[in-house]
């Protein structure tokens, strides 16, 4: 486990992003979600499609906007009405690289244009000679050619389009990047090469990641801490070893029992778990969020926190550690 220093980079307070502006309309897509993320490290925030993982990340690159709670970089606010000048200092310090390359990719552009949009935007170079070394930077740091500037998207293949993204991102010399499913896309032979090269320029730029999948065997090779998220609502969150190691949310369980195993004889006897949300009794006992043991928080009431509690008990739990809880 890396030493952060516990330095908050990104916090996030009782998030809550609505679609639909009218009432019959209206759908619920983040639901009173709390997390922070430490200064070099990698968040993962895992879940089935439309369980609003995506939308926390575009919450905080400002793309979608927030209908209540609040979202803090380096202690500032930054959802809702800031100044001009603060929303072109986060339009370089956070940048997203996307799921698809081949959609987020302006067809009709030349390499060279795709990589310096966010420099024209925000205008982050001197002259045209800082742009192109800038650009060239860039393409080298991702382990692409300087001489790629005048190709376009469709002459590359899947994996070298998703490295154009990342140089895109790259190019603005941010510290904080939100990687949306940024390997889901692509062939299965070149995904750990892009998870290298995701973790190589962490530590070579000091980055920070916001890493959101739908993979847990991908989020357990490249996070540091993983939550948890179903139906808008974050369920469990722990440094990622004690997560695969001690689950305790019945989703968590069941998205693990999915991940497949490489051995075919223990894949046909393995048990698969199904989650059924109507296994919670939330309506006499309300469910709260509750640190069942260091750095491990899930989302139960008080019969649910009993039993855990048991399952840890002989486990990691520190036995002297009490539980705090508070309400959502």
Same mark, same amino acid.
């Given at each position: 486990?890396?030493?952060?220093?516990?330095?908050?980079?990104?916090?996030?307070?009782?998030?809550?992003?609505?679609?639909?502006?009218?009432?019959?309309?209206?759908?619920?897509?983040?639901?009173?979600?709390?997390?922070?993320?430490?200064?070099?490290?990698?968040?993962?925030?895992?879940?089935?499609?439309?369980?609003?993982?995506?939308?926390?990340?575009?919450?905080?690159?400002?793309?979608?906007?927030?209908?209540?709670?609040?979202?803090?970089?380096?202690?500032?606010?930054?959802?809702?009405?800031?100044?001009?000048?603060?929303? !072109?200092?986060?339009?370089?310090?956070?940048?997203?690289?996307?799921?698809?390359?081949?959609?987020?990719?302006?067809?009709?552009?030349?390499?060279?244009?795709?990589?310096?949009?966010?420099?024209?935007?925000?205008?982050?170079?001197?002259?045209? %000679?800082?742009?192109?070394?800038?650009? %060239?930077?860039?393409?080298?740091?991702?382990?692409?050619?300087?001489?790629?500037?005048?190709?376009?998207?469709?002459?590359?293949?899947?994996?070298?389009?998703?490295?154009?993204?990342?140089?895109?991102?790259?190019?603005?010399?941010?510290?904080?990047?939100?990687?949306?499913?940024?390997?889901?896309?692509?062939?299965?032979?070149?995904?750990?090469?892009?998870?290298?090269?995701?973790?190589?320029?962490?530590?070579?730029?000091?980055?920070?990641?916001?890493?959101?999948?739908?993979?847990?065997?991908?989020?357990?090779?490249?996070?540091?801490?993983?939550?948890?998220?179903? !139906?808008?609502?974050?369920?469990?969150?722990?440094?990622?070893?004690?997560?695969?190691?001690?689950?305790?949310?019945?989703?968590?369980?069941?998205?693990?029992?999915?991940?497949?195993?490489?051995?075919?004889?223990?894949?046909?006897?393995?048990?698969?778990?199904?989650?059924?949300?109507?296994?919670?009794?939330?309506?006499?006992?309300?469910?709260?969020?509750?640190?069942?043991?260091?750095?491990?928080?899930?989302?139960?009431?008080?019969? %649910?926190?009993?039993?855990?509690?048991?399952?840890?008990?002989?486990?990691?739990?520190?036995?002297?550690?009490?539980?705090?809880?508070?309400?959502?």
């Amino acid at each position: 486990m890396k030493d952060f220093r516990k330095e908050i980079l990104l916090e996030v307070k009782n998030l809550r992003v609505e679609f639909g502006k009218k009432r019959k309309d209206k759908f619920v897509a983040v639901d009173g979600v709390s997390f922070h993320i430490y200064k070099g490290e990698t968040f993962g925030l895992v879940g089935e499609s439309g369980s609003g993982k995506t939308t926390i990340g575009r919450a905080i690159a400002r793309i979608n906007e927030t209908a209540s709670g609040e979202i803090f970089y380096k202690g500032q606010k930054i959802n809702g009405k800031i100044s001009k000048e603060l929303d !072109k200092q986060l339009t370089r310090k956070i940048q997203m690289i996307f799921q698809d390359p081949m959609a987020s990719l302006n067809e009709r552009a030349k390499v060279d244009y795709i990589v310096s949009e966010g420099l024209y935007n925000i205008k982050n170079y001197k002259n045209e %000679e800082e742009r192109k070394s800038k650009v %060239e930077k860039a393409l080298l740091d991702v382990g692409l050619l300087p001489e790629f500037v005048s190709r376009f998207p469709h002459e590359f293949s899947g994996g070298q389009r998703q490295r154009i993204g990342i140089a895109r991102a790259l190019v603005m010399e941010p510290e904080f990047i939100i990687a949306d499913e940024p390997i889901s896309a692509l062939d299965v032979s070149i995904r750990a090469q892009v998870l290298n090269l995701l973790s190589e320029l962490q530590k070579e730029k000091n980055l920070t990641y916001l890493f959101i999948a739908h993979d847990l065997s991908v989020v357990r090779f490249i996070t540091d801490r993983l939550a948890v998220i179903h !139906k808008g609502k974050i369920v469990e969150l722990a440094e990622t070893d004690k997560l695969f190691e001690n689950p305790l949310h019945p989703y968590t369980r069941a998205l693990l029992s999915a991940i497949p195993i490489p051995d075919p004889i223990k894949e046909k006897k393995k048990t698969l778990e199904v989650y059924d949300p109507n296994c919670h009794n939330y309506r006499k006992d309300p469910a709260k969020w509750i640190e069942i043991e260091p750095g491990h928080f899930v989302l139960a009431n008080e019969e %649910e926190m009993e039993e855990y509690m048991n399952r840890l008990a002989g486990g990691s739990c520190n036995k002297y550690f009490k539980p705090r809880t508070s309400g959502l």
